[in-house]
Structures are given as C-alpha cells and as structure tokens.
C-alpha cells in the first residue's frame, strides 16, 4: 500500500489549493480514504473523509462550507479542494486508508497560510 500526497505549499489568506492522494498497491475502488491534518504542537485530527465510490463524505466542523474532497477511481486518486484558506488550516496534510486492521499513511504535505 503506498498512498503519495502532492499539492501543498504557501497560499495567502482567502487563497486556494488542491491537494492529491494518488494510491497504489490495493484495489482502490474498495476503501474509504481520509485527509487528516496536524500543525505544530497539535495531536493530527480528523479533516474529511469519503466513502469507496463517494456516496458518503464527512468534514470536521471547522472546514464544513470551505473544503470539497472528491476521488477518481479511475486515476485512483483522492482530491482535497481548499477554499478560502485561513491561517489555523497551516499544517501537513496525510492521506489515510484503514485495510484488513491496519492504518496506512502518506508523508504528507505541508500547507502554509500565511501573508
């Protein structure tokens, strides 16, 4: 299982950036996929989250109306789409699968918020 994040970076205030998950090493089609984050100092929490073929998404509160996750099954990748950015979402964003017990992460990616 390898899951490979990709798109974060420095954005301003009220700024946007996608963020990608590309997955390998399972049949993607199969399993739920989950974006958390975690900034400085902070345990990682629970950002959003989408079901196999993307009939059930669920966000944490504080980014409800402001974050879109999507997938394709076809490039088995997961998006996350992050509007109107505000300096408290700054931290490296994981992707995560659960299978068979087990939690699989990615390196993650750091996203700045910042003027």
């Known amino acids: 299982v390898q899951l490979v994040e990709s798109g974060g970076g420095l954005v301003q205030p009220g700024g946007s950036l996608r963020l990608s998950c590309a997955a390998s090493?399972?049949?993607?089609?199969?399993?739920?996929i989950n974006w958390y984050r975690q900034s400085p100092g902070k345990v990682r929490e629970f950002a959003a989250s989408?079901?196999?073929?993307?009939?059930?998404?669920n966000y944490v509160d504080s980014v409800k109306g402001r974050f879109t996750i999507s997938r394709d099954n076809a490039k088995n990748t997961v998006y996350l789409q992050m509007n109107s950015l505000k300096p408290d979402d700054t931290a490296v964003y994981y992707c995560?699968?659960?299978?068979?017990?087990?939690?699989?992460w990615g390196q993650g990616t750091q996203v700045t918020v910042s003027s």
């Open positions: 090493g399972f049949t993607f089609s199969s399993y739920a």
């Open positions: 995560n699968t659960y299978i068979h017990r087990t939690n699989y």
């Open positions: 989408i079901s196999p073929v993307g009939g059930s998404i």
